[in-house]
């Protein structure tokens, strides 16, 4: 894909590595549902495929548009985001290093580090990414990657992006950007300095709840040769037809985004108001603390909207109560979920210093239209 000529996000996710099938003319990548490959010779491969663990002419479609919509040198897809997430914790660490992550985060990323990691000698700390002075101080000569998610899971805290690139940098360390919930139509981290992008690209990229899969976009190019040569060794790589049910949903990422963080401002004016409502969390409220650092490194604020009930049973009723907002784990796609992060996404996290308030509901605001779910909220908070 020439870059100069395909500057704009929905060109780039749209045409990029997706030209015609030189066979056919067909628009659409195929999906090569194949497990090898016919070899011209002993060590000749036909277009450097061999074996679909190693590379798939649909994956690698995927993988191409992928690097190009976060502006990176490599894209690499796998079978779900935490998939990816292994992979990128034990290429760039080993046992005895350390890793900084925030204090809210996803509740898998959490059990990953807490339950897999930690066992085999990865130490970390759980520190509030949005305090520079605690990052710095958590910092070690033994901290290999700072962690970060902005917006955070589930309490949609923000972290500036080039800061903590400087702090990792100065420290020897890598920056690793979770982008699940901005995805790159609304925010670019390698662009702000990180060294590595995260996906989980069931979410936003996939976009319509029907597949599931994961994503690491790398800036520098020997970084993301380590990656390629783990994930062929771990083989946690997406399948064909998973990778062109991802490509499919990433070419209208645009459109759906823009109708997505629309909603949310609609649905957060009407929560803010209401007088069930303690508190709404979200960063294009004026007063939410990473509300300026959010409108820097963001085009929009997202369609994640979290707020906080008098009780906990006050919010698991609201979750019950709701029709077209599905109780639901997941996020991203075009209908709308409602879900209690306490007893369900964050459940691994209870009990640590990531755990979340039980009185928090989570909405992943979805693309119908935002009248219908207006009225669905208000009569679950009547």
């Known amino acids: 894909m020439d870059n100069e ?31 090898t490959y016919k070899q011209d010779g002993i060590g000749g491969l036909r277009g450097g495929y061999e ?28 079978a779900s985001g935490l998939a990816a997430e292994d992979t990128l914790l034990r290429t760039v660490c080993r046992p005895g290093d350390h890793v900084i992550i925030p204090n809210d985060a996803y509740g898998g990323t959490y059990r990953l580090f807490a339950k897999v ?17 605690a990052v710095r101080a958590a910092m070690r000569p033994e901290t290999k990657m700072i962690w970060v998610e902005t917006p955070t899971n589930p309490l949609l805290g923000v972290a500036d992006i080039a800061g903590l690139a400087g702090i990792a940098h100065a420290g020897g360390a890598l920056l690793a950007v979770d982008n699940t919930f901005a995805s790159p139509y609304l925010q670019r981290p390698l662009a702000l300095g990180a060294d590595v992008v995260v996906h989980s690209t069931t979410k936003y990229i996939g976009g319509h709840s029907d597949v599931v899969g994961g994503a690491l ?32 949903g990433i070419k209208t990422l645009g459109v759906r985004m823009d109708r997505h963080c629309a909603n949310a401002e609609k649905i957060v004016d009407m929560l803010t108001r209401h007088k069930a409502v303690r508190q709404v969390l979200y960063p294009g409220l004026p007063d939410h603390p990473g509300h300026e650092v959010a409108a820097k490194q963001m085009k929009a604020f997202g369609g994640m909207v979290s707020f906080r009930m008098e009780s906990a049973e006050a919010a698991v009723a609201v979750c019950e109560r709701t029709k077209l907002f599905t109780l639901g784990e997941s996020l991203g796609g075009v209908e709308s979920l409602i879900e209690h992060p306490g007893r369900m996404t964050h459940a691994s996290a209870a009990g640590s210093p990531l755990e979340v308030p039980d009185d928090l509901v989570r909405l992943s605001v979805g693309i119908e239209d935002v009248a219908d779910l207006l009225a669905d909220l208000e009569r679950a908070l009547a």
Do not use: K
């Open 5 to 35: 000529v395909h500057q704009g996000f929905e060109t780039l996710a749209i045409h990029a590595g997706q030209e015609p099938d030189p066979t056919t003319g067909a628009v659409v990548p195929p999906i090569y549902q194949v497990s």
């Open 51 to 78: 074996y679909s663990r190693s590379a798939n002419p649909t994956r690698t479609a995927l993988e191409v548009c992928l690097a190009e919509v976060e502006g990176g040198s490599r894209g690499l897809a796998f």
């Open 117 to 133: 990691a930690e066992p085999w000698g990865v130490t970390f700390d759980p520190v509030p990414l949005g305090d520079a002075a």
């Open 217 to 248: 976009v790398v800036a520098d190019a020997d970084l993301g040769e380590r990656l390629t040569f783990h994930q062929n060794a771990m083989g946690a790589v997406a399948g064909p037809f998973d990778a062109w049910l991802t490509l499919r």
